[in-house]
């Protein structure tokens, strides 16, 4: 089967060039195929997804996307735009909340840090499923969107940096 990728010359957003030419091809590839199957059921059918991405998907990323799927569908990928589109995510994880730029893929969690020093291993991917779970919730409009302030959405940013 082969895989619709996203045409670069449209809506092609600015990404850092660094961690793009690393990353971007792969969590492009890893959404379409996602977008793919969630597009073949209900989100109510959440044992027909899980078993469909098991067939396509590496053990790593299998886990990742379906962790992602819980909480695009669950609600909990909040984002935040400002009025001269500055946007943001902040994504309610387990052990808390995680900031998820929405241009680059980029997030606050400790794991995405491991994974960003590790790689040139091509075992790991680089990155975790907070970013995943902002894509998917974008490319399926499940985000809870919401508009505020230059200040607010800068806030959020320092937040994810302080953490
Ligand atoms: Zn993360």
Redesign the pocket.
Known sequence: MSLTLIDPNCNTPVINPLIFNMNGQDLNDLIEKVDHVLSLYKPTQRRDIKKKLKKILSSDSYDRVCDAIEMALSKRVHRYTSPSQRSVYR?E?NRGN?I?YQYAPY??????KFAVSHRNDKSQSS?????IAARIAERKRLEESRDVSEQEVQQIILEGIES
């Open positions: 994504i994880g995680y998820v997030c606050t969690c400790t794991n995405f990155f975790c499923k907070h970013i």
